[in-house]
């Protein structure tokens, strides 16, 4: 089969970019263990709550904390990784890369899928 190539040099921008999911996960697990160590630190199951008039067990008060705190984790965690996408931005650099190109053409007598087809 005939073959053709192409070369051509190319010049394209190079940077390296944070991975915002990570940042995301990372910021909601920051999140999680801050009401952990809310959960822990105060004591605020010890009485009635003068809201609803009743008491709240230490999972009661983790699970509300963590329904505060992750989804505070993951903005502060989208917004980092938005500062450093900002700032890698500035240290880009150019290089030339060589494209190549190759092109098969196919057998006379066929249709392009194969032999005998």
């Known amino acids: ?26 910021g909601a697990l920051v999140g999680a263990l801050v009401a952990m160590i809310l ?5 605020g199951t010890a009485e009635a709550s003068p809201n609803t008039g009743l008491e709240y067990t230490q999972g009661q008060v983790f699970g509300f904390l963590v329904l505060i705190c992750a989804p505070i984790g993951l903005v ?3 917004i980092l990784a ?3 996408d900002r700032r890698s931005r500035r ?27």
């Open 1 to 26: 089969m005939p073959e053709h190539s192409q070369d051509r040099i190319e010049t394209v921008r190079v940077r390296r970019a944070p991975k915002i999911s990570v940042f995301l996960i990372v």
């Open 39 to 43: 959960t822990f630190a105060f004591n």
């Open 76 to 78: 502060l965690g989208g």
């Open 82 to 84: 938005l500062v450093l």
């Open 91 to 117: 240290r880009t650099h150019e290089i030339a890369v060589d494209h190549e190109s190759v092109h098969v053409d196919p057998e006379p007598g066929t249709n392009g899928h194969g032999p005998g087809h």
